[in-house]
């Protein structure tokens, strides 16, 4: 069985988030970028199915070349190859374009990615993806069990989870309660090193959207001390000056 998942790289949590003078670009000057954890969390599932089932965990990431540490990081912690689309990421239609096209030429049993990157949280990756390539998508899936050739998943609903059978292949992106990251051991990131990690260019596509300002929210205002047993002080002061209530 064959498995690709699709490693998407975002700055890292604790990072000091700005942008650039024209406001229409993050800043990527001095940020440390990790593999986004839902990510993390689709090839961790991947590999524990592989270990099951048999097969191939391949990675895919459409990006710069300074994308490849954490493409480096996912071969050390199991996945067996690795391709990257030496692009930039300019939207998420781009970016499952691109992979529906290697997609297309390599044929795999179950693509997974995270539900969303914690950059954007767009979260429309995988199921574009599934379209591009017309096959089923589910996402934000918080377990995945294959057996022969049907996939059982179940996603989080209000009031309760959905679960959804399907055919192999299929889409899915993944969120916490799949499986737990693993950290990359010693070997691995011996091994990581000898394994491919072939690069591709990208495929004539054209991008539909692009950012046209950001801005951060507005900073927190003061903090207003107020005397616990002074119950009317506290009710005035949501009416009049948070307004709320």
Do not use: W
Not at 59 to 68: D, F, M
């Amino acid at each position: 069985m064959k498995f690709l998942v699709c490693i998407s790289q975002v700055p890292d949590t604790t990072t000091k988030i700005t942008f650039t003078p024209d406001k229409k670009a993050f800043n990527a000057q001095g940020v440390q970028f990790i593999i986004n954890p839902s990510d993390e969390i689709a090839l961790t599932r991947a590999l524990e199915l592989k270990e099951a089932l048999g097969g191939t965990v391949s990675v895919i990431n459409v990006g710069q070349a300074n994308t490849e540490p954490n493409l480096r990081k996912a071969l050390a912690i199991g996945a067996d190859d690795a391709t990257r689309v030496n692009a930039e990421p300019t939207d998420a239609y781009f970016v499952a374009f691109q992979i529906a096209e290697v997609i297309k030429k390599n044929t795999y049993d179950v693509i997974l990615s995270g539900k969303e990157s914690i950059d954007y949280n767009g979260g429309q990756v995988p199921m574009m993806i599934g379209e591009l390539l017309g096959i089923p998508s589910v996402s934000v899936a918080t377990k995945l069990d294959i057996n022969g050739t049907t996939a059982t998943l179940e996603r989080e609903i209000d009031g309760g989870k959905e679960v959804v059978e399907m055919k192999l292949p299929f889409v899915a992106g993944a969120q916490k309660g799949m499986s737990e990251p693993r950290i990359p051991n010693m070997r691995g990131i011996m091994t990581a090193r000898s394994k491919p990690l072939v690069v591709v260019e990208p495929a004539a596509c054209e991008v539909l959207s692009s950012s046209a300002q950001f801005d951060l929210p507005p900073a927190k205002g003061e903090c207003k001390m107020i005397d616990p047993n002074n119950v009317a002080e506290l009710v005035n002061l949501l009416h009049t000056e948070a307004k709320a209530i």
